[in-house]
């Protein structure tokens, strides 16, 4: 079993930075593809960002746009994800997740084995 803990969400305002992170346990960590995804308010779940076992295959959705950052430490067992110029929009529950190795794509949650219990993120105008 797999057991993944979110952290480092909060309040901020816009422009504002955070970090999330997302310690791992149970098995080793880097088996595991690891994602970000979020889910707003009353809104679907949505993709936000993928890294693959080894960090050298990142893919993020459109509307990061350059302001988060996906990265892994294997040593620590933590993935993290960095939001820079936050916005009213990104306030969501962040959720990680974890998959085995798979050809499924990367946007798709269902391809994934293991999920956090989320950590909100709200963002004031």
């Known amino acids: 079993q797999v057991t993944l803990v979110e952290s480092g969400g909060g309040l901020v305002q816009a422009g504002d930075s955070l970090t999330l992170s997302c310690a791992v346990s149970?098995?080793?960590?880097?088996?595991?593809?690891m994602a970000w995804f979020r889910q707003a308010p009353g809104k679907d779940l949505e993709f936000v960002a993928y890294?693959?076992?080894?960090?050298?295959?990142?893919y993020y959705e459109d509307f990061v746009k350059g302001r988060f950052t996906i990265s892994r430490d294997n040593a620590k067992n933590t993935l993290y994800l960095g939001l820079n110029s936050l916005k009213p929009e990104d306030t969501a529950v962040y959720y990680c997740a974890a998959r085995r190795p798979n050809t499924s794509n990367v946007r798709i949650e269902s391809s994934y084995d293991y999920w956090g219990q989320g950590t909100q993120v709200t963002v004031s105008s």
């Open positions: 149970g098995r080793t960590f880097s088996m595991y593809a």
């Open positions: 890294i693959n076992r080894v960090g050298d295959s990142i």
